[in-house]
């Protein structure tokens, strides 16, 4: 079988490669027969204390390379507290995942979910067969020192991982600081900040780098990983708030999952007080890429309370019925009336704030695909752009960068780099 050969430095992703030819116990699979069956099977497994950004960032990436993802709770109820109050409902227990069969196994971090992970012992036995198939596994942040090494498949490998579990990893593998880190069959990353450039090579070594590049492109990640982020600033004003900043994040079936889980996991890190609404008629919530988020309350009743910033994640589907709902609106529309901060990303400010005027005399961007349908284009190329009150972004890899930058003008510059360093945004 041919094996396919990656460059050492990816233009899209700097990614280190080893062991390119595996041993013959090995089995991978090469460009063509991955192209003959597009639909690989991949599991997602999630837990208590699962770091959101990076299970559903993964997740969404994954899911659309064209890949049968499932996610699996390894607790004893589908719905899962994943870190930072952020509500995950999984496709399926553990339990319920067979004996394998699957093309990738891939394992966020955060703790105590990369913990929980390990001490799942069907988990364990399913990455053991995987690796002894010779079949793809991966794992960011604390797990690949929490859960691969202790598990005895790191062995003899090159392996990341967050900073502060180097120590941890280093009897298990031979610990390198590489963001992506490939090889053989392994694929390992470092962080939150990390995990779009882990999915994207999860994606290459499933599909092939023409696939990788077709996905990357519309995510509108970074060419500059690591390096310090920029905002466009216009008008600048100070953003007031008493003691804590109280900010919504609505959501709405088509919400697009990592745009809202971003924004929420990073404001929350920042200790501000985040309301996640949804606009539907019941909490739970089906994003874009079909995974399941629970909001904290409906829209109707967080409508009575004032905001010191609402803040409106993109997804077509989402920004439609962000669109359609009178009371978000109206709320959107009193919040610029006061002049009280408000933004969105994604499809969002073309699909919601323009045709309701709340765009009026600002600057802003969207999506590039939707940009011709802002009345003011003269900003667009910006990642982020803010106009006194309003903030704006492009898309699902700018996310980060967005949040940040709300973080920045609630708590100052400091504060959002510590928040980005902890992250992995920027270089520590």
Not at 174 to 196: N, Y
Request: with cysteine; glycine share 8%; charged share 20%.
């Amino acid at each position: 079988m041919a094996l396919r050969h990656l460059a050492p430095h990816s233009s899209l992703l700097r990614i280190s490669h080893l062991n390119a030819i595996f041993s013959p116990k090995k089995r991978f699979l090469s460009v063509s027969s991955s192209m003959a069956s597009p639909a690989r099977k991949v599991l997602v497994p999630i837990a208590n204390g699962t770091e959101p950004m990076e299970a559903v960032i993964t997740i969404d990436v994954l899911r659309r390379s064209g890949a049968d993802v499932t996610v699996a709770s390894v607790e004893k109820q589908l719905p899962v507290d994943a870190g930072h109050g952020v509500k995950i409902v999984a496709d399926a227990l553990i339990s319920d995942c067979g004996d394998g069969g699957f093309d990738l196994i891939a394992l966020p971090g955060g703790m105590p979910g990369a913990t929980n992970l390990r001490d799942c012992a069907i988990l364990e036995s399913l990455v053991k067969k995987q690796a002894a198939d010779g079949r793809l596994y991966a794992a960011v942040c604390a797990s690949p020192a929490v859960a691969l090494g202790p598990w005895g498949v790191l062995k003899g490998l090159k392996a990341t991982c967050y900073p502060s579990f180097m120590e941890q990893l280093a009897p298990c593998a031979t610990a390198v600081e590489s963001r992506v880190q490939l090889d053989g069959i392994v694929v390992t990353s470092r962080g939150p900040g990390t995990t779009m450039e882990f999915a994207v090579a999860l994606i290459e070594q499933l599909y092939g780098k023409e696939k990788a590049n077709e996905v990357s492109g519309p995510l509108v990640m970074r060419s500059n990983h690591g390096d310090e982020y920029t905002v466009r600033e216009l008008n600048p004003v100070e953003w007031k708030f008493d003691d804590c900043p109280k900010i919504l994040v609505p959501i709405a079936n088509g919400t697009e999952e990592m745009e809202a889980v971003v924004i929420i996991d990073i404001l929350r890190r920042a200790k501000a007080n985040v309301v996640v609404a949804s606009v539907e008629d019941k909490l739970e919530i089906l994003a874009s890429r079909k995974v399941k988020l629970v909001a904290d309350v409906l829209l109707d009743d967080a409508a009575n309370h004032l905001f010191d910033l609402i803040v409106l994640p993109g997804g077509l589907g989402g920004a439609q019925a962000f669109a359609n709902s009178e009371k978000l609106v109206n709320l959107l529309k009193k919040q610029r009336e006061i002049n009280r901060p408000y933004g969105a990303i994604c499809a969002s400010p073309a699909l919601v704030l323009e045709p309701h005027g709340l765009l009026k005399g600002k600057k802003a961007t969207a999506f590039p695909a939707l940009c011709n349908k802002l009345s003011d284009q003269s900003e667009v190329e910006n990642r982020v752009v803010v106009d006194g009150t309003l903030i704006t972004s492009r898309g699902p890899g700018t996310s980060m960068e967005f949040a940040l930058a709300i973080v920045e003008k609630l708590f100052g510059r400091q504060k959002a780099l510590e928040l980005a360093k902890m992250m992995l945004v920027v270089h520590p």
